[in-house]
């Protein structure tokens, strides 16, 4: 699985993870891919649940979070922040018709259920944040007697993805002549150039129609002392593609 699959399916991942467990069974688990928490719960709560006949708290994993930890390695893991928040209202949760489970007993559950886990191919090391659960204050949407809790966890992306990056193009001139070479050391890498400052995009005109980028095949003149700005990058199907390399270029004649 890549890098960019972990991000999606992780959240979806541990809601699964909630599910499966006996303890969540009154209470449901929301993926806040839509972000509006308020209206999702809401809508939970408007009825009472078909599944369990339970209603007054819901579950809610939130958009990831993460870190840069390797800033220097191309290629390297992030360190994720999943984090799930807890919602009750307690004049539901309270009735006979409630859950009876109080928002901080849900979080010490998804402490116990989440803590420590590995996902083969996703993710490895999954512990606690600092703080493991906060409270959380809530907007007047949720009205009175509403209580939240977030629960912070921290842990890496344990892909097996290898990363390729081009090579950075580089620029010499062609011996007695008033003109320059780029070359790069990616095997099969096509170079895309711009002598007007502009970014070097690859591919045609119906792609970018505002570009004035071509792709390299020969040497480029240049007007004798007359600075020449020259942008380029390489690019290789498969591969990430390389920095932005720029020169001003100046040759005598």
Not at 196 to 225: E, H, K, R
């Amino acid at each position: 699985m890549t890098f960019d699959e972990i991000l999606d399916k992780l959240p979806y991942e541990l809601a699964a993870r909630l599910e499966s467990d006996p303890f969540f069974t009154c209470i449901p688990i929301v993926v806040a891919d839509k972000g509006n928490v308020a209206r999702e719960y809401q809508q939970k709560q408007a009825v009472i649940t078909e599944k369990s006949g339970k209603r007054g708290a819901a579950v809610f994993v939130l958009q990831l979070l993460g870190d840069d930890i390797y800033p220097g390695l191309p290629g390297a893991p992030l360190k994720l922040r999943p984090s799930i928040q807890v919602i009750e209202n307690r004049e539901l949760n309270e009735d006979e018709s409630g859950t009876q489970k109080s928002v901080r007993k849900i979080c010490r559950h998804i402490i116990k259920c989440l803590k420590v886990l590995n996902i083969e191919g996703l993710v490895q090391g999954l512990t606690c944040d600092n703080p493991a659960f906060e409270p959380v204050p809530l907007g007047e949407e949720f009205g009175e007697g509403t209580l939240s809790y977030r629960v912070n966890f921290v842990c890496q992306e344990a892909s097996g993805e290898q990363i390729s990056y081009c090579q950075v193009p580089t620029c010499t001139q062609v011996a007695n002549t008033l003109a320059v070479a780029l070359a790069t050391g990616t095997g099969g890498a096509a170079i895309w150039y711009t002598t007007d400052d502009s970014y070097p995009y690859p591919g045609d005109q119906n792609s970018f129609p505002d570009s004035t980028s071509q792709q390299y095949g020969a040497p480029i003149a240049v007007q004798a002392d007359t600075p020449l700005i020259i942008r380029a990058c390489s690019y290789l199907d498969g591969y990430v593609a390389s920095s932005i390399a720029r020169w001003t270029v100046i040759i005598s004649d």
